[in-house]
């Protein structure tokens, strides 16, 4: 049930916008308007992806439950309240993000890149069911954090229900799908939410190939300088000149 939840939402969630990209409804919010994925690029990427998800992710779905219930996984009624599924989605979250961009910030090093992560950066403009199009050592590094992180929360507190992270997994595939999209927005969220990454961060790690890393949030790539947009190139060559006036001085 889990696996076939995943596939629903993944596919479900990426397939408004296959038919965004392929009628041209938005193309005026179009990212890199230059690049608009072909159906075969789409069907080529689905493929790969179906493969990747029954050869990668079902094995860990399948060893998740056992894990977590070791832990304290909790399957049976009564559900728990909002708040506290919002407080530890909200963990998670904060959790997965942290994960996500030191591990990705590895995959840039060179062998790393070469021989694991250069498959995902094959489009260098996203589109939706790119999200998890890449090499299985890479899913399985990455999914450790959406997966890893909540058996760490259970084997800690011993408290998380199983409504609990199906919905922190729906949420967890249309942040990754949605940074994916190609697509910026007058109402995507993180006009709202200024620490939210969204598809403008991430459309921009695609294109330049640097920067950029984390999933969910800005954070990281603020307090460590690797944060790529034209504040941050600004930012950069605004200390430079003080540190060379200073210099000078």
Known sequence: ??????????????????????????????????????????????????????????????????????????????????????????????????????????????????????????????????????????VMILGFGTVGCPILWCAVTGDLHILTMYIWIILRLFQAIDAHSGYEFPWSLHHFLPFWAGADHHDLHHEKFVGNYASSFRWWDYLLDTEYSPEAIKRRREKKIARSSKKTL
């Open 1 to 138: 049930m889990s696996f076939a939840m995943h596939e629903l939402v993944y596919f479900g969630r990426s397939l408004p916008w296959i038919f965004i990209d392929t009628l041209g409804l938005f193309n005026g919010y179009k990212i890199q308007s230059n690049k608009i994925p072909s159906l075969r690029e789409q069907w080529d990427c689905a493929k790969f992806v179906l493969l990747s998800h029954f050869t990668v992710e079902l094995p860990q779905i399948w060893l998740f439950h056992p894990m977590a219930q070791f832990c304290g996984l909790s399957t049976s009624v009564p559900f728990p309240s909002i708040w506290t599924m919002a407080y530890q989605i909200m963990v998670f979250f904060i959790m997965e993000d942290a994960w996500h961009y030191f591990s990705h910030r590895a995959l840039h090093w060179g062998p790393l890149y070469k021989g694991i992560h250069k498959i995902h950066h094959q489009y260098s403009a996203p589109f939706g069911l790119a999200a998890e199009y890449a090499s299985p050592i890479e």
